[in-house]
């Protein structure tokens, strides 16, 4: 585990680090989750079967003890100092890929640029929040100018974003959770990474 001091509070990583690794991947957290997530870890494994370090990184407001996530600006300037170390040190001179499941894919693209980012993955992104589609947030996806992997639940009740230019959308069974059909989500991180890196 890292533990990397953010203008927001302590964050930490947990570093799957690759013998010989082609690329990084580096994924959030959900809102109320934490890097134990089925589907983060279902990416992870297929990252690794490509070569990918991975990082799991975990918000400060998690690391101590809030339930509550911190405001948008706050979780862009934690998660953005935390790749920054990352890519001075442990992943240094890699591809980074960035991503993470819901808030954090959210976070992921919002950060994408300013991160030197080459692709963004996205699980479960939250379009809109349950039951309110009149205040989508595809936007911040549309936002984006990489290659982005987005694996969205059939049933998700955030919504379903549409394909865009550099954007991909895979439709696996189940809902936001994404755990109805593990396999499938790795088959999607697995064969997307081997094309983008």
Known sequence: MIEVETPSGL????????EEPTAALVLGHGAGGGMDAPDLAAATEAARDERFSVALVEQPYRVAGRRSPAPAA??????????ERLRGDELRRLPLVVGGRSAGARVACR???ETGAVAVL????????????????????????????????ESDPFGMPSDGANRRVV???GNHSLKADLDAV??????WLAEIV
């Open 11 to 18: 964050a930490r990583v947990r570093l799957h680090a690759a």
């Open 74 to 83: 706050r979780l862009d300037e934690a998660w953005t100092a935390v790749v």
């Open 111 to 113: 950060t994408a640029a």
């Open 122 to 153: 996205c699980l479960a992104f939250p379009v809109h929040a349950p039951g309110r589609p009149e205040k989508s947030r595809e936007h911040e996806l549309d936002a984006v100018e990489l290659p982005v992997l987005v694996v969205q639940g």
């Open 171 to 173: 439709t696996v069974s």
């Open 186 to 191: 790795r088959a999607a991180v697995r064969s």
